[in-house]
Every structure is written in structure tokens, then in C-alpha cells.
């Protein structure tokens, strides 16, 4: 082994650590708002995985590539489903209907019933006052 893997890898070790050190401190309601904000990280890491492409000259160099290129691509598009799930849980709600006698509509649908026939109308119920 060259000093230069030893050194990559010893990297490489010390930073998957202090990340999973980091990240096993957030708590869970902001792991979400996190990921999101991770995004522009693993589209740098998609963009390293296909220089890796262009300067590979071998078999397991291509292979690497790909694979790194893959999850890479996973991972955005995995944070970009996240990321848009947890906006449409802040949207508002749409606004309930108005009943049909205080819309514009509903005025003129209550003037052509006002033309039908007797016999064709609905008859509502009328409940009494209680209130003294």
C-alpha cells in the first residue's frame, strides 16, 4: 500500500466517524430540514463521482465511477422526494366551500329553484327559535 491510500482511506475513516458523531446529536425533528439542506453535498459528490469517470482508464476505475455516480444520484433525488413531502405537510389547506345561498353562484341557483314548480321543491324543515 502507498502512503497516499493510507492516507486517503485514514480520511476517508475520520470523517465517516465524525459524521456519524454529528449526526447522532441532531434530533429527530430536524433531521428532515437537514437532509434537504444536504442536497447541494451530494450533488458536489455526483459531480466528483463523474470527474472520476472522465479520468478513469481502467475497468474497476469505470465500475467505481458508476456506482459512486449512482448513489450519488440516489441520494439527491431521494432528498428532493423528502424535501418535497415535508413542504406539502406546511401548505395551507384549501379553504372550505361557502354554503350556496352566500356565493354569487348559489344566488342564482337559488333564483331558478325560486322558478321551479311547488311540488318540485325541497321542502326544508323548519325548526323552532329556543333562544329566550
Known sequence: MSTALVTDLTIFVLALLIGIEVIGK????????LMSAANSIHGIVLVGALL????AHTVVGYILAFVASFF??????????????????????????????????????????????AQHQAAA?????HRA
Open 72 to 117: 450519488a444520484a440516489a441520494n439527491v433525488v431521494g432528498g428532493y422526494a423528502v424535501t418535497g413531502r415535508m413542504l406539502k405537510m406546511f401548505r395551507r389547506k384549501a379553504a372550505p366551500a361557502e354554503p350556496a345561498a352566500a356565493s354569487p353562484a348559489g344566488a342564482v341557483n337559488g333564483a331558478a329553484q325560486a322558478q321551479l314548480p
Open 52 to 55: 472520476i469517470g472522465v479520468t
Open 125 to 129: 324543515p323548519s325548526e323552532p327559535n
Open 26 to 33: 441532531v434530533p429527530a425533528t430536524l433531521h428532515t430540514p
